[in-house]
């Protein structure tokens, strides 16, 4: 066998590792769910970006879409909290080492129904997270029923029809004063993945409502979480491709046609202009479009908004360039001499 | 009365023998007045003349507007529990002038501001009316500050009429306002008014002196909040996240103010070794410290009980998910909002079981504030050694209250991070390790920290159940395994908490268990049950897991009562379900009104128990 035909079998990134470096065990949930495509883009997202699968730590809260990590990156450390209660487990282990990113699978009960509290809050914070929201409108778990995200008036094999008024992830996401918000179709994997790439750049948190349809319970043709309705009803903003630091622009695009958004790490998003031209930097624009969207009944995709300039939880807590869970004793408790001193501080 | 009748009354007054360094004075204001400094300033001027002396606030939960009362003990013996008699008193609140009227015993001393005009009807006392309004006239002082100063008045007079050294009380403001002149001044100047007043209108009349001792020598003054707060500095803390909550909220904010004095980085003093972040609410506090726990950081929280109600999912995932986390619960009364700034000692079985399926969490009771800073730093070390939460039970008592203790010790050992692998040891475990497999028969595993990039490393952290490969795992014998190595890790705890203070009374039947701020009154109970001809043991729990000396002690009397300030005997519960062999021993003195325990209400209960 000659080396060039290894190499085929077992292709590598530039850091050396095979897409199955990539992977989590077998996924659980069902045959055709959202999430495992999902899954799989962030796979594929890592993979691409040479990502050492080390330098991330996973989290989740509970639910379907939470019970995801598992299914990919099993080299990273990964934490499955609680329900709703995910972002401040993210928020305390992401101090331990700076030099670790954040990715973290949640719901959208998870998120906006028992733990809305907790996104908003980590939202104005600005983690430096990857925040995955996999959007589907139940609960997957506990067999169908309603979620926060569901439409008014939806009918529900065994729920009957849902009275109340849905909450919109991505909007919330806007007015919590998130630093990056997009959305995206389970199905239309590409923008997915290029969304996880420039999402994984941003120095900050980044909200991903992807809406993903549960094939079980909430997939009629009428649900706007539906494959079917997703497919005939998605409008995206732009045609988005993620360009990794120091690599040259190979999209083809005419002048004038095309966006540029350089990233905190010298990447660039470049956002094809479909319909419009839309900037994703000006905040009233972005709550614009997503009413707009909702009026038109548009599955509206792709990135909303961006503030590149908002410093993250840890640029504001100035820590050491050591990370902080690799500090040795001299530098984490006081010297002996100083407790005198101390006692002469109390009365 | 006649004019010949009043000068009687005044003879058996002062012909009373003096009482020296040995009663409680009791100041009523309203709240959010500025009695607070003046309280403390009585207090430390108290100390710095060498007598041995306690201070508790004693307040409504309210910014401004309530009555509140401040008692100070002064005891030459150095006893310093709360005392039900009240020698002195200071009656500043028209709203409760009646009440704290009442409460001064006969031949005690009522100082009280002269416009309140209500009836002094009680003939039996030494009444000091203070001439307020008057002196705080006299002083040039911002109108906006007058009502704040006023409380000053009662300084000056009651230094006059008991003996207060005013060098004293300048050091007591000098400290009170950090060395800054203008403030010190002001107040100063007021006191030193009100003391040349008092000595040219007002003629002594009750018993009560002070004077100087050497008692106080070797000892500081502070509250277990502060001290808590230092310790856990000491201990190498990382990261604590809380909400605020009386009353616990001054731990956090201890922590604020002094790790920029403690922590500066030797190799970059320009950054932080640290985070302190306020949560939203309580939780998300646990669960930013979990996470900090899980990721290798030294973390903790501090809250009181409504906050660690909400934090007992968490609390348990962390006991489950073997992750060290420190909970600082300084206790107020409950159930409900209760008694949010008054003390209680009502969540010892509810922090233990805390979480729901089986769990038993370590638990610490420091009993002085000196305590509460040794275990500020020794609940890091065992959390991350025994890889779980560790649980810190103070109250508002020892928590807020400034108590003369000793001296901060610097810590004796090293700080111990547990069974942690970094990459080259990982290399050297090869093929033996698993996140949840026993390798030293303890119960503890070997545990890896996010950011170690050995690609063996990384391991799933999970609430579900899970195999010792920290895979997700429904298998019955793998659940029944897992569980019963978190037993023995608790016995394993037995090793590493501090043990209880005993002390053996040989030959007597009666033995006193108990926790906590209530050491001070069960102590002095305890002298009180001597005079009578009473011998009796003592051990004060420091941990749980109970050690077997607690066991032994337990064995060596006939009848042992479990003294706590809660309704249904909480430690007694404990002890009766870890001891079930010795329940017949254990009787319960149970006591909650949100009032510090008294050494009087010990003595009684144990004496209607004891049928004496």
């Given at each position: ?8 079998r077992?292709q590598?990134?530039?850091v050396?590792l095979a ?5 989590g065990n077998p ?8 999430h495992?495509?999902?899954?799989s883009?962030?796979?594929s ?5 040479d ?5 991330i730590l996973?989290?989740s809260g509970i639910g379907c879409?939470s019970k995801s990590?598992t ?7 990964g934490?499955?909290g609680?329900h709703?209660?995910m ?9 331990g080492d700076?030099?670790?990113r954040?990715?973290a ?5 998870d998120?906006v129904?028992?733990g809305?509290g907790q996104f908003?809050?980590v939202l104005?914070?600005?983690l430096r997270?990857?925040?995955?929201v996999e959007n ?5 778990l ?8 569901a ?7 065994g ?5 109340y008024m ?11 004063n998130?630093?990056?918000v997009?959305?995206?179709?389970a ?9 996880i790439?420039a999402?994984?750049s941003?120095n900050g948190i980044a909200?991903l409502d ?7 319970f909430?997939?009629t043709?009428?649900?706007?979480h539906?494959y079917a ?12 491709s993620?360009?990794p630091p120091a690599e040259?622009?190979m999209?083809?695009y005419?002048p ?5 958004v ?18 994703p930097t000006d905040?009233?624009e972005?709550?614009r479009?997503l009413?707009?969207?909702n009026?038109?009944q548009?599955l509206?995709?792709?990135?909303i ?7 993250n939880?840890l ?5 050491t360039s050591?990370p902080l869970?690799r500090?040795?004793?001299?530098r984490?408790?006081?010297p002996s001499e ?10 | 009365?006649s004019a ?8 058996v007054?002062?012909e ?5 360094n040995?009663f409680?004075?009791t ?6 007045s500025g009695s607070?400094t ?7 001027s108290?100390?710095r003349m060498?007598?041995p002396?306690?201070?508790k ?5 309210n910014?401004?507007?309530?009555p ?5 003990r002064?005891?030459?013996?150095g006893?310093?529990a709360r005392r039900?008699?009240q020698?002195?008193?200071v009656?500043m609140n028209?709203a ?10 006969s031949g ?7 416009d309140i005009?209500?009836p ?6 030494a ?11 006299e002083v ?13 008045v009662?300084?000056?007079?009651l230094s006059?009429i008991?003996?207060?050294?005013l060098?004293?009380?300048f050091?007591?403001?000098n400290f009170?306002f950090k060395g800054?002149?203008k ?7 007021i006191v ?5 007043w008092a000595k ?7 018993p009560?002196?002070?004077e100087?001792?050497k008692a106080t ?10 001290a808590a707060a ?6 190498g803390l990382h990261?604590a996240?809380?909400y ?13 103010e ?9 190799l ?7 985070v302190?972040?306020q ?20 973390s903790?929280?501090s ?5 660690l109600?909400?934090?007992?999912e968490?609390a348990?995932?962390?006991y489950?998910?073997e ?15 209760g008694?949010p ?18 769990s038993?969490?370590?638990i610490?009771l420091?009993g002085s ?7 500020g730093?020794k609940a890091?070390d065992?959390?991350?050694r025994?890889?779980?939460p560790?649980?810190?039970l ?8 400034q108590w003369m203790?000793?001296p ?5 050992t090293s700080?111990d991070r547990?069974?942690v ?7 050297k ?8 497999r026993e390798?030293?028969?303890d ?14 490393a990384?391991?799933?952290t999970?609430?579900t159940g ?8 429904e298998?019955p014998?793998?659940w029944h395994?897992?569980l019963?190595?978190l037993k023995?890790?608790?016995e ?6 501090p ?5 053996k009374?040989?030959g007597?039947e ?5 926790f906590g701020?209530t ?7 305890r ?5 009578k ?11 749980i897991?109970?050690s ?7 064995q060596?009397?006939?009848?042992i ?8 005997g909480q430690?007694f519960q404990l002890?009766v379900v ?5 329940a017949?021993?254990l009787?319960?003195?149970a006591?909650t009104?949100?009032?510090p325990l008294?050494?009087?209400f010990?003595?009684d209960a144990?004496a209607s128990?004891e049928?004496?």
């Open positions: 066998m000659s080396e060039q035909t290894v190499s085929q077992v590598v990134n530039v050396g897409k199955t470096d990539y992977r996924s659980t949930l069902c045959q055709g769910c959202g495992n495509s999902i899954s883009q962030i796979i997202a890592c993979y691409e970006l990502v050492i699968p080390e330098n996973k989290f879409s990590p299914y990919f990156l099993n080299r990273s450390f934490f499955n609680l709703g209660r972002p401040s487990l993210a928020t305390g282990a992401l101090f700076h030099t670790l954040g990715l699978v949640s719901g959208d009960g998120s129904s028992i809305m908003k809050h104005r914070r600005n997270l990857v925040y995955i589907n409108g139940v609960y997957g506990t067999k169908g029923q309603f979620s926060a995200t439409d008014i008036g939806l009918n529900l094999k729920h009957g029809t849902n009275p849905p909450i919109d992830i991505a909007w919330e996401a806007l007015v919590g998130a630093s990056f997009a959305r995206s179709f199905g239309d994997p590409k923008q997915v993945k290029e969304l790439k999402a994984l941003h909200v992807i809406i993903s349809p549960c094939v079980t909430n997939n043709d009428e649900s706007t539906s309705w997703g497919k005939e009803h998605e409008v995206a903003l732009h045609e988005l993620y360009v040259e622009i999209i083809d005419e004038g046609e095309a966006r540029e350089t990233m905190h790490d010298g990447s660039k998003v470049v956002l094809k202009k479909l319909e419009v031209n839309y900037d905040r009233a972005a709550m479009i009413e707009e969207a009026a038109r548009w509206l995709t792709g990135l908004f961006i503030n590149r300039d908002q410093p939880l640029d504001i807590y100035n820590l050591t869970n500090l040795p004793e001299s984490i408790r006081p100083t407790i005198q001193r101390v006692n002469e501080m109390m009365f | 009365m010949v009748q009043i000068q009687e009354q005044e003879q007054l002062t009373q023998k003096a009482v020296v040995d409680s004075i100041v009523g204001t309203v709240n959010g607070q003046s309280n403390l300033t009585i207090l430390r108290l100390f060498g007598i002396v306690s201070g606030n004693l307040f409504p939960s910014i401004q507007g309530l509140t009362w401040y008692t100070i002064v005891n030459k013996d006893y310093l039900e008699e020698e002195i008193m009656a028209q409760t002038f009646t009440q704290d009227l009442k409460a001064v015993i005690g001393a009522f100082f009280y501001s002269d005009k209500l002094v009807i009680r003939d039996d006392i009444v000091y009316p203070m001439a307020v309004k008057q002196l705080v006239r040039n002082v911002p109108a906006a500050l007058r009502d704040y100063i006023a409380n000053m009662y300084v000056g007079v006059q008991i003996g207060i050294d060098d004293k009380i050091q007591a403001l009170h800054k002149t403030p010190v001044d002001m107040n100063f100047e030193r008014n009100s003391f040349d040219a209108n007002l003629a002594k009349q009750d009560y002196l002070v100087p001792m020598e070797g000892f500081i003054m502070a509250d277990g909040n502060t230092i310790g856990a500095i000491y201990g990261f996240a809380w605020p909550i009386t009353p616990a909220t001054s731990l956090a904010e201890s922590l604020l002094y790790l920029p004095i403690l922590r500066k980085d030797p970059q003093p320009s950054r932080n070794t640290y302190v972040l949560a939203e609410d309580e939780l998300a506090a646990i669960g930013m410290s979990i996470g900090a726990g899980w990721a290798g950081l030294r903790m929280t809250t009181s009980g409504p906050g109600s909400l934090m007992a968490y348990g995932l962390a489950y998910a992750v060290p986390v420190v909970i600082w619960d300084i206790q107020r009364v409950g159930p409900s909002t008694l700034t008054r003390t209680a000692q009502g969540d010892l079985t509810f922090a233990h079981f805390m979480g729901h399926g089986d038993q969490h370590v610490l420091p504030v000196d305590e509460c800073f040794e275990f730093w890091l065992l959390a991350e025994l890889q779980a560790v649980l810190v103070s109250d508002l008592d020892l928590g807020m209250n203790t000793n901060f010790k610097y810590p004796d700080i547990g069974k692998l970094w990459e080259s040891d990982i290399e475990m090869r093929g033996e390790w698993a996140r949840y390798i030293d028969g119960g503890i595993t070997y545990r890896t920290i996010p950011g170690n990039r050995d690609p063996n990384a391991y799933f999970r609430g899970h195999s010792e490969d920290a895979r997700y795992s298998d014998v793998v395994e897992g019963e190595r023995r890790k608790f394993t705890a037995k090793k590493y908490v043990g209880p203070v005993i002390e009374s040989d007597s009666i033995g006193f268990i108990a701020s050491d001070a009154a069960i102590q002095e109970a002298d009180m049950l001597a005079e001809g009473v011998q009796t043991g003592y051990l004060r729990v420091r941990a897991p109970f077997a000396d607690i066991e032994e002690f337990i060596s009397y006939e009848r009562y479990v003294t706590e300030m809660n309704r249904d430690l002890l870890y001891f079930p062999q010795l017949g021993k009787k319960s003195i006591y009104d949100g009032l008294t050494a009087k010990v003595y144990l128990k049928d004496f």
